[in-house]
């Protein structure tokens, strides 16, 4: 039987006609015949600079009616094997996070229980922490987290709760198989020598910094992902700002001298084969993408995701 929600054809109508979908899927809140659902989370409570990524998931959604339905690179239709949707946004609360996460964890924890892969489009990458407990059922997962930051303080301005601390929240909660879990893409100025140091000697996490991804190149660095996630469950969290502020200016914290949009679409699309059991692309900031560049590479990257599902379903 073919998946029950797939794109509009744009062969048939313009991709530039009707409301902005993600990939010109049906918006429809169901988990009925869904494979993967799309939902935006418009967030911005979290972050520690720029703020305005509450309008990061509709920017992306405008970006992504661009997606064609073959996927070149790793010869798959996704849609051919997905039933995909639109889901909308988790109604967070502007200006409360603990509430915010309820809800984000409420709107997902759902989507998890009924076999649905969940691909959330931020928002801040607070939002990561609620998302992972929301796969709280099928958890500890191994998190494959590409950022140019550890996201690993214990507070900032003495909050516990933000962009800047979600992945020392969630492995105090359990939520993470640190065994299995990898940081990629860690650069820039930072506090203190221990804030990248400790994450192997204090959490248990492995990472890679920008540095060795150049050093590596794009087919390594995903070979070492896959042997560390190895065939647990696993999750994406996509921080665009690990992608250099040239191809991604639309961002809350950018940092110089990162990896190409190509590079780090290439990484993606060398993780075949993993077990994922959620997605999620952040840290979109609308107004400062004076060219709507970073919304479409975080359209590419959701795609490249579809795409790895898609594989994974089709036994390749
Ligand atoms: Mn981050």
């Avoid at 301005?157 to 933000?162: A, D, Q, S, T, V």
């Amino acid at each position: 039987m073919p998946p029950r929600y797939v794109p509009e054809d744009s062969l048939l109508s313009p991709r530039f006609t009707g409301p902005a979908t993600f990939a010109r899927l049906p918006y429809v809140r169901t988990l009925e015949e869904v494979d993967v659902a799309i939902v935006g989370v418009p967030f911005d409570t979290g972050v520690t600079y720029r703020v305005g990524g509450r309008f990061g998931p509709n920017a992306v959604r405008a970006a992504s009616v661009m997606l064609r339905p073959y996927n070149a690179n790793l010869d798959v239709k996704p849609f051919e094997y997905l039933s995909c949707v639109d889901y909308g946004d988790v109604a967070i609360i502007p200006g409360n996070i603990e509430r915010s996460y309820q809800a984000i964890e409420e709107a997902v924890a759902p989507i998890v229980e009924a076999g649905v892969v969940p691909l959330l489009v931020g928002g801040d990458h607070a939002c990561t922490l609620p998302h992972l407990r929301a796969t709280r059922t099928r958890g500890p997962v191994a998190v494959v987290d590409f950022d140019a930051h550890t996201d690993a303080l214990d507070s900032y301005f003495g909050e516990k709760y933000n962009h800047g601390t979600w992945m020392r929240r969630a492995i105090e909660e359990g939520l993470v198989d640190t065994a299995h879990s990898i940081e990629v893409g860690l650069r820039g100025s930072i506090y203190d020598a221990e804030d990248r140091s400790s994450l192997r000697t204090e959490l248990g996490l492995e990472y890679l910094t920008t540095e060795d991804v150049f050093e590596l190149g794009p087919a390594a660095v995903a070979s070492r992902i896959r042997e560390r996630v190895g065939d647990r469950p696993a999750f994406i969290s996509f921080d665009i700002d690990v992608v250099d502020p040239g191809f991604a200016p639309g961002t809350g914290t950018p940092e110089a001298g990162g990896p190409s949009a190509h590079d780090m679409l290439a990484v993606l699309r060398g993780l075949t084969g993993i077990d994922f059991l959620g997605f999620d692309v952040v840290e979109v900031i609308p107004a400062y993408d004076p060219a709507g560049q970073t919304a479409t590479l975080a359209a590419n990257l959701a795609y490249e995701m579809l795409s790895l599902v898609a594989l994974r379903r089709a036994g390749r």
